[in-house]
């Protein structure tokens, strides 16, 4: 493999630089059986952190962010990726453990890979992202909770976000009556309705001090930001009503109160795709294919952006300037 562009992370508390690494430094940094030339990532929240020098993402340095990545084998020693193959990953410790996306070369061990799915490619895949799995793993965790079309209201909060706007999107397509929470409705209105949306609600009332029990207003929901969202979104759900918790946005923290769970029979449901089975990433990117409109993620992926451009990109997504996903070109 000739020489590579990498975004590296140096050391702690040091600015992201653009660097012209060879594979012979890749060699030296990390194992695997397939090497992958990666073709495009995606900047999500944790990312944003991660080159933000924020503390608990990145765990070993010199690191490579970037928690996703999608692209070709280029070098296989095991059968079922073979040279050639459209592959992608994500979570998994990379760009926090190990070397990420933001590179136009990694070396993976084979358990890491997913086959992007027939009639897909690396830009679908990353367009979609760990954002649009999160999305497809909360949505599955309230049908196994119980949540079918016209039952009720599902609530969305984050919905200007990444995993915020697929999951408004999946919803709405599976035939749920989604509300959309965010805290720029004035500004995101069309886009949300957009992606199928039939209200919307600040993010000031979602996160107004709670009762214990308030009157029932969701079926299911998707909580991207917990804190005080998460508490309120608790205390409205419908009887026998399930959250799928997957964010922190907001706050890590929640004032909580066991009344809905005892009352009204309720279910808190986290989501994690960090450490997910490789069946559950596997059907959640089979789900993703079938479920997720072209339209829909046109909308919410709507920019591709360079490595050079990700370190500023970073910063507006934490301040909360961005919409929906940013689509990352590392090569090509
Ligand atoms: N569990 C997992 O495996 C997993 C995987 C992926 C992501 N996540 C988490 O899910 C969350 C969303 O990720 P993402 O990639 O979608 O991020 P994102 O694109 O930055 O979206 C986050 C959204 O949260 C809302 N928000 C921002 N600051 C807030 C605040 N202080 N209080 C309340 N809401 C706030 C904003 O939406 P509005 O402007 O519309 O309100 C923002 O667009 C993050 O916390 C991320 O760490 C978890």
């Given at each position: 493999m000739a020489d590579f562009q990498a975004l590296v992370l140096?050391?702690?508390g040091e600015a992201a630089i653009l660097r012209p690494l060879n594979a012979e430094t890749l060699g030296a940094l990390e194992e695997g059986e397939v090497l992958v030339a990666v073709s495009h990532s995606s900047l999500n929240y944790k990312d944003a952190l991660a080159l933000a020098g924020r503390a608990g993402i990145v765990r070993d340095y010199p690191m490579v962010p970037g928690i996703d990545l999608a692209g070709e084998v280029v070098e296989s020693s095991v059968a079922n990726f073979p040279v050639g193959t459209r592959v992608l990953a994500t979570g998994q410790g990379l760009g926090e453990r190990r070397w990420g996306g933001y590179s136009q070369c990694v070396r993976l061990p084979a358990v890491m890979l997913t086959a992007i799915p027939s009639g897909r490619d690396a830009r679908w895949a990353m367009r979609v992202g760990t954002a649009g799995l999160t999305a497809m793993l909360c949505v599955m965790a309230l049908e196994e909770a119980g949540l079918r079309p016209g039952t009720g209201a599902v609530a969305v909060s984050g919905a200007g976000g990444g995993v915020g706007g697929v999951a408004v999107a999946l919803l709405a397509a599976l035939g749920y009556e989604v509300t959309a929470i965010s805290g720029r409705c004035d500004v995101l209105g069309d886009y949300l309705r957009g992606l199928g949306a039939s209200a919307l609600l600040s993010r000031e009332e979602a996160s107004a001090a709670s009762r214990p029990l308030e009157k029932q207003c969701w079926a299911g929901a998707v909580d991207t930001v917990g804190g005080a969202v998460l508490a309120r979104l608790l205390a409205q759900l419908n009887y026998g009503g399930a959250v799928a918790a997957c964010g922190l946005a907001g706050d890590t923290a929640w004032s909580g109160n066991v009344m809905p769970f005892i009352l009204r029979n309720v279910r808190l449901q986290g989501v994690d795709?960090?450490?997910?089975?490789s069946q559950l990433r596997n059907t959640a990117w089979q789900r993703l294919v079938g479920d997720l409109s072209d339209a829909a993620l046109a909308t919410i992926a709507a920019e591709e952006i360079t490595l050079a451009e990700l370190p500023e990109r970073a910063e507006a997504l934490l301040s909360g300037k961005h919409r929906g996903r940013l689509l990352v070109r590392v090569s090509g």
């Amino acid at each position: 493999m000739a020489d590579f562009q990498a975004l590296v992370l140096s050391a702690k508390g040091e600015a992201a630089i653009l660097r012209p690494l060879n594979a012979e430094t890749l060699g030296a940094l990390e194992e695997g059986e397939v090497l992958v030339a990666v073709s495009h990532s995606s900047l999500n929240y944790k990312d944003a952190l991660a080159l933000a020098g924020r503390a608990g993402i990145v765990r070993d340095y010199p690191m490579v962010p970037g928690i996703d990545l999608a692209g070709e084998v280029v070098e296989s020693s095991v059968a079922n990726f073979p040279v050639g193959t459209r592959v992608l990953a994500t979570g998994q410790g990379l760009g926090e453990r190990r070397w990420g996306g933001y590179s136009q070369c990694v070396r993976l061990p084979a358990v890491m890979l997913t086959a992007i799915p027939s009639g897909r490619d690396a830009r679908w895949a990353m367009r979609v992202g760990t954002a649009g799995l999160t999305a497809m793993l909360c949505v599955m965790a309230l049908e196994e909770a119980g949540l079918r079309p016209g039952t009720g209201a599902v609530a969305v909060s984050g919905a200007g976000g990444g995993v915020g706007g697929v999951a408004v999107a999946l919803l709405a397509a599976l035939g749920y009556e989604v509300t959309a929470i965010s805290g720029r409705c004035d500004v995101l209105g069309d886009y949300l309705r957009g992606l199928g949306a039939s209200a919307l609600l600040s993010r000031e009332e979602a996160s107004a001090a709670s009762r214990p029990l308030e009157k029932q207003c969701w079926a299911g929901a998707v909580d991207t930001v917990g804190g005080a969202v998460l508490a309120r979104l608790l205390a409205q759900l419908n009887y026998g009503g399930a959250v799928a918790a997957c964010g922190l946005a907001g706050d890590t923290a929640w004032s909580g109160n066991v009344m809905p769970f005892i009352l009204r029979n309720v279910r808190l449901q986290g989501v994690d795709t960090v450490a997910c089975s490789s069946q559950l990433r596997n059907t959640a990117w089979q789900r993703l294919v079938g479920d997720l409109s072209d339209a829909a993620l046109a909308t919410i992926a709507a920019e591709e952006i360079t490595l050079a451009e990700l370190p500023e990109r970073a910063e507006a997504l934490l301040s909360g300037k961005h919409r929906g996903r940013l689509l990352v070109r590392v090569s090509g």
